[in-house]
């Protein structure tokens, strides 16, 4: 079966359409292909093949993302329903196969004959136990030439360690291109990542959403062709994926070091009138005790109306954080204390005009004070503008 480029609907309509529609296949294959001649008849002839030994009724539906060397051919003689999908990217065309696909259970991997689709029963297997979804794991059975070592050193292991700590998850290779997964996880995920970094995006949203994931060791083989991956532009994407969906790394906790830090230099600003001594050196912080305040407290405010903008899509479950600010912070509020921290860095300045007006000396740095009073002034304008992003991110 193809479907044609002009008649192919758009993703999400197809992913409604799945959801409406009941399966009627055991299992469906997905590969996404673009310029896989060599290899993409193989894969789906040992598709096949295990459908046939395993007793299952099955599909294996080819992806073709813009081939231009006879792919798409070579997989229809196979046997493959070829699908046509002309977005680009390792995302999109798995995403087009996902939509499309009637199986219970959904099988990606890919064209190029790098994993054994003629022993799917270990990738199968936890999903018959009550598992949502399972992830290769090829770290143990690489064969020679089959990843590059700074795929296998570097960035597999940092992608599937930043995973550990934004979403918990226990996965030792995430970003193995074998997986299996069911209908339900897959309506679940809501998956939306056009480009690599689907694989992050998986793994993120099963362990946020409370899937059962399993892993299970696989053979990776040495690919035939040329190679579809840039290292540092796929890896970017993946952490770039991985920061947007993760407020509470990118903005809170770096927002309330930075706050911190600017706290305690300001503390040593009004402390000291000579600055501090390094040496030969001596260091002012007034400047950089505002800096470092204003711009973790923003980092803070731009940090939780996005962690409210996540909560309220799904994106994130909602968590401690998310159940505090719907219960003490409103809009009205932040306008009060935003007023309240304007008014202290007025009255500041105003104990600075009166220290010159009297010419007298309370004690404390001039410099420190009016930093001080810069800084509250412009944290509480800031604060203002946060109130209302906050309650426009929000939308429940």
Aim: glycine content about 10%; charged content about 20%.
């Amino acid at each position: 079966m193809v479907t044609k480029a002009g008649e192919a609907k758009p993703i999400e309509a197809s992913i409604e359409d799945a959801r409406r529609e009941p399966s009627t296949l055991d299992v469906s294959v997905v590969l996404p292909c673009l310029n896989e001649v060599e290899t993409v008849a193989e894969c789906v002839r040992k598709a096949r093949a295990w459908f046939e030994r395993a007793g299952i009724r099955g599909e294996v539906i080819v992806v073709d993302n813009g081939s231009t060397d006879g792919s798409r051919e070579e997989a229809l003689r196979a046997g493959a329903r070829v699908i046509d999908e002309t977005v680009r990217g390792y995302g999109a065309a798995h995403l087009r196969g996902f939509a499309e696909s009637r199986g219970e259970v959904i099988v990606m991997a890919d064209a190029d004959d790098t994993y054994d689709l003629l022993t799917l029963d270990p990738l199968i297997a936890p999903l018959r136990d009550g598992y949502d979804m399972t992830v290769g794991n090829r770290m143990a059975n690489l064969e020679p030439g089959s990843m590059t070592w700074s795929h296998r050193v570097i960035g597999t292991p940092a992608i599937s360690f930043l995973l550990g700590i934004f979403a918990g998850s226990k996965i030792g290779d995430s970003q193995c291109g074998l997986r299996a997964f069911t209908r339900e996880a897959y309506e679940k995920m809501e998956l939306r990542s056009p480009g690599m970094e689907l694989a992050s995006e998986m793994i993120l949203k099963a362990f946020r959403r409370n899937l059962r994931v399993a892993e299970v060791p696989i053979t990776y083989a040495a690919r035939k062709g040329e190679s579809k991956l840039n290292t540092f532009r796929d890896g970017w994407r993946h952490l770039r994926f991985l920061l947007l969906n993760t407020p509470m790394y990118l903005y809170l906790i770096p927002g309330l070091v930075l706050m911190l830090l600017g706290a305690l230099s300001l503390g040593v600003t009004l402390a000291t009138n000579n600055g501090v001594s390094i040496g030969t050196l001596t260091w002012q912080p007034v400047f950089a005790g505002g800096i470092l305040l204003i711009v973790g407290a923003n980092a803070v405010m731009i940090g939780v109306a996005t962690h409210m903008y996540a909560a309220s899509r799904k994106i994130i479950a909602d968590d401690w954080l998310t159940r505090l600010v719907l219960r003490s912070v409103t809009l009205e509020r932040m306008l009060l204390a935003s007023l309240g921290l304007i008014a202290i860095g007025i009255g500041l300045d105003g104990v600075i005009f009166y220290e010159w007006l009297a010419e007298t000396d309370l004690g404390v740095s001039t410099e420190g004070l009016a930093a001080l009073a810069q800084t509250s002034v412009i944290i509480g304008a800031n604060m203002a503008l946060g109130g209302f992003l906050t309650a426009l991110m929000d939308d429940r």
